[in-house]
C-alpha cells in the first residue's frame, strides 16, 4: 500500500463548476498538508499549506483535512480553464521539507 | 527574485551511457532536493542536502546515482551507468531551509529519455 494515494484522473469539468480533489493516505504521523499545482513541462508550485485538521481557504481554493479518516481535500471554486494542470498533494510528518511524500497527482482540465 | 534554474531541460542518452544534471537554487536558500518524476507519477525525493551537507539519502540508488552540492549553493546530480527505467523528470527545489517552513520552490526539470 502507497503512503499517498491520489486518483490520476483525468477529471474534465466545465469552467465555473466546483472542483473535488482528494488523497488519502496511511502514516497517522503525517502532520504537514500540502497542494501543488504542475502546469505542463513545469514544476510543482505551492498553492496551499495546511498544518493538522481543519480548513484553510485563499481565494477560489479550500483545503480540507480530516485526520481521523486519513483523507484531504482541495476544492476549487468557479474554476477556470487557467486551473487546467495537474494537482499533486503532499505531506510530511515534520517540518522543513523533511521526507515530504508526493501523491501522484489529479490531471484537470476546465473546459472553456 | 530569480527561481530555480536546472541545465540542460532535455536530455537524451543511451543506455549505460552517463549523464549529469546541475541545479542553481534560489539564493540564500540553505536546503536543495532533488526528485525524480515519472510518467504519471508524483514526485519522489533522491536527495536532500542542508547547506552542503546531506539529511536524506535514504532512496537514492547509490550504486549509479551521486550527487553534491559543493559550497552549498549549486548541485550536481549524476547517473552512472543509466538504465533504460531512469527514463524521467529531474526536479530541483529548493527552500529557506528554515525549520518551520515547509514550502518548497521547484525548477522547470530535466527531461531524461534513456534509449
Known amino acids: 500500500q502507497k503512503e499517498v494515494e491520489q486518483d490520476p484522473g483525468p477529471l474534465s469539468v466545465p469552467e465555473g463548476a466546483i472542483v473535488s480533489l482528494n488523497c488519502t493516505y496511511s502514516n497517522s504521523a503525517f502532520q504537514y498538508f500540502m497542494w501543488y499545482r504542475q502546469y505542463s513541462r513545469k514544476g510543482p508550485e505551492l498553492l496551499m499549506y495546511t498544518y493538522s485538521s481543519g480548513n484553510k481557504e485563499d481565494g477560489r481554493f479550500t483545503a480540507q483535512v480530516d485526520k481521523s479518516s486519513k483523507y484531504i481535500s482541495l476544492f476549487i471554486r468557479d474554476s477556470q480553464p487557467s486551473d487546467s494542470a495537474t494537482y499533486l498533494c503532499a505531506m510530511s510528518v515534520g517540518t522543513g521539507g523533511f521526507k515530504t511524500i508526493f501523491g501522484a497527482g489529479t490531471r484537470l482540465f476546465v473546459k472553456a | 527574485e530569480a527561481g530555480v534554474a536546472q541545465s540542460p531541460r532535455y536530455k537524451i542518452i543511451e543506455k549505460r551511457q552517463s549523464v549529469a544534471f546541475w541545479c542553481n537554487p534560489i539564493s540564500g536558500h540553505a536546503t536543495l532536493y532533488w526528485y525524480q518524476q515519472i510518467l504519471g507519477q508524483g514526485p519522489k525525493l533522491l536527495i536532500q542536502?542542508?547547506?552542503?551537507?546531506?539529511?536524506?539519502d535514504s532512496q537514492l540508488p547509490k550504486d549509479r546515482f551521486s550527487a553534491e552540492r559543493l559550497k552549498g549553493v549549486d548541485s550536481t546530480l549524476k547517473i552512472q551507468p543509466a538504465k533504460l527505467e531512469d527514463s524521467a523528470v529531474y526536479l530541483c527545489?529548493?527552500?529557506?531551509?528554515?525549520?518551520?517552513?515547509?514550502?518548497?520552490?521547484f525548477g522547470p526539470g530535466t527531461r531524461l529519455t534513456v534509449l
Open positions: 527545489a529548493s527552500s529557506p531551509g528554515q525549520i518551520s517552513y515547509n514550502e518548497q520552490f
Open positions: 542536502f542542508q547547506n552542503n551537507g546531506v539529511v536524506d
